[in-house]
Antibody
Framework: QVHLVQSGAEVKTPGASVKVSCKAS????????MHWVRQAPGQGLEWMGW????????NYAQKFQGRVTMTRDTSISTAYMELTRLRSADTAVYYC??????????????WGQGTTVTVSS | QSALTQPRSVSGSPGQSVTISCIGT?????????VSWYQQHPGKAPKLMIY???ERPSGVPDRFSGSKSGNTASLTISGLQAEDEADYYC????????FGGGTKLTVL
């Protein structure tokens, strides 16, 4: 069975960085693109970018260019999302989500449970 | 790329049908059949309900259907059930991924 298990909740001060992990199981990790999507409290879904676990290639939403870095460690089937220069507006639940093999990038068939990141002084 | 436009809320009684619209542009929804829909219950991760405008993943009831006309995609839920009460998000792709603002479905 396919699972994405994310790291635990984080509390950060403004200006700090956060790195969230997403461990995949039940499928070949390098065979499927991985998205990162966030959701601020009471708000909608916001796409942050994706990573190709096979090549390490990335595509970031323009809004996060320069502040986000997506990486992976194929040896442990884990994707990472690091966001720097945090501000209160970055308080949100962060999700990783898998693209099914052979599908286009807008399809996300398996989601992690979410990681709550709180930015507060 | 601007967010897709969805109504903030829709409602219907059990057994009825409701349709949620998702308005894009000729550069995203109108130009490609790259539309997906996600259901999200409070405190839960989103769940894929429709992809490629009208395709249902295995396990999604056939009460859920998708369509598209011009720059507007639609999700129709027929035979409403209490468990369908949730937020629904459309999603499209045109070089980057964009979500709609979300629609809260209330089952009366």
């Amino acid at each position: 069975q396919v699972h994405l298990v994310q790291s635990g909740a984080e509390v950060k001060t403004p200006g700090a960085s956060v790195k969230v992990s997403c461990k995949a199981s039940g499928y070949t990790f390098s065979g499927n693109y991985m998205h990162w999507v966030r959701q601020a409290p009471g708000q909608g879904l916001e796409w942050m970018g994706w990573i190709n676990p096979y090549t390490g290639g990335t595509n970031y939403a323009q809004k996060f260019q320069g502040r986000v870095t997506m990486t992976r460690d194929t040896s442990i089937s884990t994707a990472y999302m690091e966001l720097t220069r945090l501000r209160s507006a970055d308080t949100a639940v962060y999700y990783c989500a898998r693209v099914p093999q052979g599908a286009m990038y807008y399809v996300m068939d398996v989601w992690g449970q979410g990681t709550t990141v709180t930015v507060s002084s | 790329q601007s967010a897709l436009t969805q109504p903030r809320s829709v409602s219907g009684s059990p057994g009825q049908s409701v349709t949620i619209s998702c308005i894009g542009t000729s550069s995203d929804v109108g130009d490609y059949n790259y539309v997906s829909w996600y259901q999200q219950h409070p405190g839960k991760a989103p769940k894929l309900m429709i992809y490629a405008v009208s395709e249902r993943p295995s396990g999604v009831p056939d009460r859920f259907s998708g369509s598209k006309s011009g720059n507007t995609a639609s999700l129709t839920i027929s035979g409403l059930q209490a468990e369908d009460e949730a937020d629904y998000y459309c999603c499209s792709y045109a070089g980057s991924v964009v979500f709609g603002g979300g629609t809260k479905l209330t089952v009366l």
